[in-house]
């Protein structure tokens, strides 16, 4: 009798860590949301008017150029996440360079995602500080999203996936309020025309701009935890090409309102008063109003580098400690936006110096490529074995569940 006990002991453990290892905490549908939101949230923040601001006209053509690199890369990450069907990209990197060399690459790139969550944690704080609470210091929104940000810490991709989804319909209405608006006004988008005047303010504003780069990067997570199907690549594919046409739309919006007037592009402006500048307020706060739903989603983007960090720094660290994570990392967020990020000239001179640029397009295109390295390496193994997915340890199993 006590064989029978011990081997039905033994069972119930041999099915938990099956469901550990086999576990999805996202589905495709989800993926294909998360896709869009992260291909049009901080793009149609301040990016546009700096690149009016250095570029002119031709500021549209320059995001159109970032849109498809990036796109470059999410194509990269959805081959990985497709190739990997059971492995996270912790447990890939464990496989193809080791334990330590793991840790290495993930804390540098947990120092990646933490620089970007940053960015979008400022443009949130810019927008809602100066247009819709403008009565509140930054000192003091900063409160709210940091509670919401804790939040995130403590639960699970799968419930932040959950949130996207309940999210994405707010979002996708305020866009088609907004573009409604512009071609109901009849914007004369021949403003953008002649392109390329001025050739060397157009590459300097190339080389400058780059630090927001890499917005698929959270997706990170998403491999070996998304329960995908044949189609759901193309799909969430599409969904970044149809986000990424919505954001250079409005750049050249931007464009044809301040392509001739750059000085009056304010480092602070965002859509909302562009529009209302441009269309002369005939549609009332209307603009204001579908601004804030379509904002909501840099919320959701910097929920989602928040998160993507902190289990990176847990991955680092071999502790799972979603509360006490979560908490360091609101309060150094917390410092860095009071005393550096949400003073303009502070985030210009961070967002456009030329180390900046390099680090950050390197490290957009060099996490992905990495993942999808070690997910082709990992099933060419598998192939040569002749198995499936080779065991890991139960730590690293453990580990998994936990995130």
């Known amino acids: 009798m006590t064989n029978t006990k011990a081997q039905s002991t033994h069972n119930v453990s041999e099915e938990t860590d099956g469901q550990i290892t086999k576990s999805k905490q996202s589905t495709g549908a989800q993926l294909v949301v998360v896709v869009f939101i992260l291909s049009l949230a901080t793009k149609m923040f301040l990016l546009p008017i700096y690149l009016i601001q250095t570029a002119g006209r031709d500021g549209y053509i320059i995001l159109s150029i970032e849109a498809v690199f990036d796109l470059v890369t999410l194509g990269i990450l ?11 990209f912790f447990e890939l990197l464990e496989n193809v360079i080791g334990k330590i060399g793991a840790k290495i690459t993930v804390a540098v790139i947990a120092l990646f995602l933490f620089f970007k969550l940053n960015i979008a944690a400022a443009e949130t704080l810019t927008f809602y500080s100066d247009n819709v609470f403008a009565d509140f210091d930054s000192s003091v929104m900063i409160i709210v999203l940091l509670v919401f940000l804790g939040a995130v810490a403590n639960h699970t991709l799968r419930a932040l996936c959950r949130l996207n989804e309940f999210i994405a319909p707010v979002v996708a209405i305020g866009i088609v309020i907004l ?38 990067t959270p997706l990170l997570l998403f491999i070996g935890r998304t329960k995908t199907k044949k189609r759901t ?159 890991y340890s139960e730590s690293t199993k453990n580990e998994n569940y936990r995130a």
């Open 78 to 88: 959805l081959a990985a996440i497709a190739l990997s069907k059971d492995r996270t």
């Open 233 to 391: 690549a193309g799909i969430a594919a599409a969904a970044g090409v149809i986000g990424s046409a919505v954001t250079v739309f409005f750049s050249i919006v931007m464009c044809s309102a301040f392509g001739n007037i750059p000085h009056l592009a304010d480092s602070r402006t965002n859509i909302s008063s562009i529009l209302q500048f441009s269309i002369g307020n005939v549609y009332g706060r209307i603009d204001l109003l579908s601004s804030i739903f379509w904002s909501i989603a840099a919320f959701v983007e910097t929920a989602l580098f928040f998160y993507a960090t902190a289990r990176c720094v847990e991955y680092v660290i071999g502790k799972s400690a979603h509360f006490k994570i979560g908490l360091a990392l609101c309060v150094i967020l917390y410092f860095v936006q009071i005393f550096a990020m949400t003073d303009p000239t502070v985030f210009a001179l961070v967002v456009s110096s030329l180390a900046t640029s390099v680090i950050v397009s390197s490290l957009s295109l060099a996490a992905p490529v990495l993942a999808l390295m070690c997910a082709l390496i990992m099933k060419k193994r598998d192939k040569k074995q002749g198995n499936a997915p080779s065991d």
């Open 179 to 216: 573009i409604t608006i512009v071609l109901a006004t009849g914007f004369d988008f021949a403003n953008i025309f002649p392109a390329m005047r001025d050739g060397a303010a157009f590459k300097r504003s190339l080389l400058h701009n780059v630090a927001w780069l890499g917005d698929f």
